[in-house]
């Protein structure tokens, strides 16, 4: 299994180390994937304005299009709005749905609130809320993965 992001803010990082925790695997940089390994990917890509998806993940999966065919894949995207649209355009990239997927908000400076002691001081912009939009998405990955 791999756990892959674009960010070029930060906010694509912060949920992908949560997610990673939680799913005890360490997110990499798209950028830095030179094979595809596993039989599930976690794909996590920003948003940005006007609704597009980041060319990184277009490149993404375009590289690696025939060795996504073998495998599973999961996506979640971080934007300021909600992004339905994106997650139609990205799946369409790829060569079947996903196992699951999810938007998330991107964080802003008012979520100051620490989630427990579980990541300590470095998550400090995840909020109690955001938090848990991440954990259902991990157990949707992880009953993916008992079915693998």
């Given at each position: 299994m791999?756990?892959?992001y674009v960010s070029r803010k930060g906010n694509t990082k912060k949920y992908?180390?949560?997610?990673?925790?939680l799913i005890e695997i360490v997110p990499v940089k798209m950028n830095e994937v030179r094979d595809i390994e596993g039989d599930l990917v976690i794909i996590g890509t920003p948003v940005y304005n006007h609704h597009r998806v980041s060319s990184e993940t277009k490149e993404f999966l375009a590289k690696?299009?025939?060795?996504l065919a073998k495998c599973k894949a999961a996506l979640f995207t971080v934007s300021s709005h909600k992004n339905e649209k994106e997650i139609k355009e990205i799946m369409k990239l790829l060569p079947y749905p996903p196992v699951a997927y999810a938007s998330f908000k991107t964080l802003e400076h008012?979520?100051?609130?620490?989630v427990g002691d579980l990541f300590g001081t470095k998550y400090r912009n995840i909020g109690k809320s955001e938090f848990s939009c991440v954990k259902t998405f991990a157990d949707?990955?992880?009953?993916?993965?008992?079915k693998l």
């Amino acid at each position: 299994m791999m756990l892959v992001y674009v960010s070029r803010k930060g906010n694509t990082k912060k949920y992908a180390d949560v997610l990673g925790k939680l799913i005890e695997i360490v997110p990499v940089k798209m950028n830095e994937v030179r094979d595809i390994e596993g039989d599930l990917v976690i794909i996590g890509t920003p948003v940005y304005n006007h609704h597009r998806v980041s060319s990184e993940t277009k490149e993404f999966l375009a590289k690696f299009k025939n060795k996504l065919a073998k495998c599973k894949a999961a996506l979640f995207t971080v934007s300021s709005h909600k992004n339905e649209k994106e997650i139609k355009e990205i799946m369409k990239l790829l060569p079947y749905p996903p196992v699951a997927y999810a938007s998330f908000k991107t964080l802003e400076h008012r979520h100051k609130k620490l989630v427990g002691d579980l990541f300590g001081t470095k998550y400090r912009n995840i909020g109690k809320s955001e938090f848990s939009c991440v954990k259902t998405f991990a157990d949707k990955i992880n009953e993916a993965r008992e079915k693998l």
